[in-house]
């Protein structure tokens, strides 16, 4: 079925693109809000997957399933986003510092989740990507594999490290989970 | 179970949680994706804009006035050419062609000085001109046409096809040698002539079916114009020697005047109208389908 529509798809038929579009979108929107935080990035990210993967249709040629290629295209999207928004963040960051000091007031200690989320987030870009891959959005190492280029035991690797640093990040609330 | 087995669960649970997304826009999302490909599309084949309304592809007219243009372009250096070739080619033969008629056919020498067209028509045609008269007369546009039509008809095409006539009669018609060159001297101006008929055909008919759909194009009377030049250019030619053709080109250079000065971008119906009457009342197109060259 979804070889049919993507030959129509090819063939220039809207409404094949839309069925495709409709597949997917849910998948590859959820993965983009996970790794940019925010829906406005989420969509920028979605939106451009599509419309590479929907110009690019041609060069799918069926060695692997429609959605591991979409995916691979959606994280090839995803990550370049993000390391873009980095940078733009980076260069910000000293400015909204420099207006923000003095005035804050010490938070209070954030809890559990605030911290892991804090500590997922400064993960280094391929370990974050592993385990948001495998951890969040349920992909095995095979799809991982897939989808960065690697070997699953490269995927199984960075896993592996990713949670070790988020455990070492975590390390004042281990009674929590003892 | 082990630390390390709990705090995996729990960052297996967490990491669910993990910037968690709201409900998929898909109707804002899909909206801005065919959007960028009908732009990306519209970019690579304008005319082929998949996924947004497509418009027809017409093609522009000026781009049809073009390739006329062009003709009548080449038509004119043809012609120009053509002039340059008759005149030389007319100086160097009309000696001897003068005192060759005057020794095998001085009817056909007098004639010639009075009316070269009559010479055209009359009895002593040489085999060109025989078959052409024949078409005219059984030919489709005359079976259809009306009987005055029909008699236009057969006027034109027995002038056109008198053109090379009146030439080899005008320099005496007879020795084989100065013949010949008198019907290479006359051949551009007929094939001049003929294309420029046919081109100007071709914009009557356009600005007919313009005027009938209600539809006016602004740049036929440029067009018009460039064959009103060559019109005149034809006049002064060898072609203008013979009467009937020569009178064709005058109603020609009539309406073509009348068509350059069309004002606007939409003509006025009494303009139109003139140029309706005049075209029909000297049947002009009879004359001049009767000389296309299928015929």
Known sequence: MEDVLIARARAGDPTAERALYDAHVDRIYRLAFRFAGSDELARDFTQDAFIRAFSRLNDFRGDSKFSTWLHTIAVSVILNGMRKVKTLRQREAPLDEAMTLGTSRREAEPDLKQRLAAAIAALP???????????????????????LGVQ?????????RARAKLRDALQAFAGEWA | MTDDDRFDELLQEAARDYNTAPGTPRAEMWAAIAAARGKAQAEIAPEAHAGAPVAVRVVPLYSRHRRVLGWVAGLAATLLVGIVIGRQMTLASAPDA????????????????DDPGKLGTGPAFPAGGGPKLAAAETGSAGSAAPNGDRHAARETRAAFAGLAVADDATRGGAGSAARGAAREAALPYRVAAMQHLLTTEALLVSLRSDVRAGRRDTTIAGWAGELLGTTRMLMDSPAGRDPQLKQLLEDLELVLAQISRLPGARGEAADLGLIDDAVRHRQIMTRLRALSPDT
């Open chain 1, 125 to 147: 870009e391929g370990y974050r990507t592993v385990f948001l891959l495998h951890d969040a959005e349920g992909y095995t190492h095979e799809e991982i594999g897939e989808v």
């Open chain 1, 152 to 160: 699953p035991g490269t995927s199984k690797a960075q896993l592996s």
């Open chain 2, 98 to 113: 003068r005192i060759a008629t005057s020794a095998a056919s001085p009817a056909a020498a007098s004639s010639s000085a």
